[in-house]
């Protein structure tokens, strides 16, 4: 069975910091990855693709991939109070499926 | 681009009553869409996977008989649920893949369905 972990959190980290969010995936097949954030009550929304090793950026966003290690990571620089939500990393499967972790809480503090 | 909506956002019903749910991509066509459900504190679970003009494909564990699902068009699934039960209430939301590079999905702002 196909498994997608991530350290739940909660992480904190202060306001204009890095903050670093970390998921492991079980399957070494797999070729695409991705990061939602989801706001409490909302749906998850996309930031990013990876389907490469190595780094993608996109503004105050990068992921990282490294197929390897089975890992991949997303940076927030200079972070804000408006990132505060919870990180689902989600790793692509058979029939266009998504498997997702668990998330990670992420809060900013002013 | 890419967007989905849902409709209803919210529903209250009573217990025994069927509940519909519709799913629309609004510019463009979605050839595969998800319909998931999601607990308060806990991850996105996937409850079934439709393709246009198919037979949904239903997670094990999920009730086909209770959770229906059409998949009529390239922009619009359907998801009832029949005799609701108040262990029914959830966030259900679905998504849609067919805009953009190969699996990625967009998600519907969801629907929040409270079962008296």
């Known amino acids: 069975q196909k498994e997608v972990e991530q350290n739940s959190g909660p992480l904190s980290v202060p306001e204009g910091a890095i903050a670093s969010l970390n998921c492991t995936y079980s399957d070494r097949g797999s070729q695409s990855f991705f990061w939602y954030r989801q706001y409490s009550g909302k749906s998850p929304e996309l930031i990013m693709s990876?389907?490469?090793?190595g780094d993608k950026e996109d503004g105050r966003f990068t992921a990282q991939l490294n197929k390897a290690s089975q890992y991949v990571s997303l940076l927030i620089r200079d972070s804000q109070p408006s990132d505060s939500a919870t990180y689902l990393c989600a790793v692509g499967g058979s029939a266009r499926q998504l498997t997702f972790g668990s998330g990670t809480q992420l809060t900013v503090l002013p | 681009g890419a967007v989905v909506s849902q409709h209803p956002s919210r529903v209250i019903c009573k217990s025994g009553t069927s509940v519909k749910i519709e799913c629309r991509s609004l510019?463009?066509?979605?050839?595969?869409m998800f319909w998931y459900r999601q607990f308060p504190k806990q991850s996105l679970m996937l409850m079934a996977t439709s393709n246009e003009g198919s037979k949904a494909t239903y997670e094990q564990g999920v009730e086909k008989d209770k959770f229906l699902i059409n998949h009529a068009s390239l922009t619009l699934s359907t998801l009832t649920v029949t005799s609701a039960h108040p262990e029914d209430s959830s966030f259900y939301i679905c998504?849609?893949?067919?805009?953009?590079?190969?699996?990625?999905?967009?998600f519907g702002p969801g629907t929040r369905l409270t079962v008296l």
């Open positions: 990876i389907y490469s090793n």
């Open positions: 510019d463009f066509q979605a050839t595969t």
């Open positions: 998504s849609a893949t067919g805009q953009g590079p190969g699996d990625t999905q967009y």
